[in-house]
């Protein structure tokens, strides 16, 4: 993804956190916006503690399936968590790819 293409959240949170935006962060940063531990939010999703803790430390990867279905439960768009789990998977194989889901 281009970052002319970024939202200005998205470039904003890159900027301060000093990295791209990963699945994990993202659910990381939704997570402690809402001001919810991991034993509460992975239940929400469905997972266990260790697994979320994973997920968001960039430890385990997410199938599209599965990011679809995390998004559909918190409420949010399903290609934008799409296309942030199968970009996470491009760069964990060393692809430099960018991914867009439309």
Known sequence: MNSK????AVRILEKNLGESLSF???LSSLRKSE???????AGKL???KQHLNDIEKGKKAVSPERAAR???ILGFAEDRFI????QDQLT???LNY???VS
């Open 92 to 94: 964990q194989a060393g």
């Open 46 to 48: 469905g997972i266990s």
């Open 5 to 8: 293409k970024k939202s200005p």
């Open 24 to 26: 994990g962060l993202r």
């Open 70 to 72: 995390f998004a559909q």
């Open 35 to 41: 001001g919810e531990t991991l034993e509460v939010f």
């Open 98 to 100: 960018k991914v867009h």
């Open 83 to 86: 296309q942030l789990a199968l």
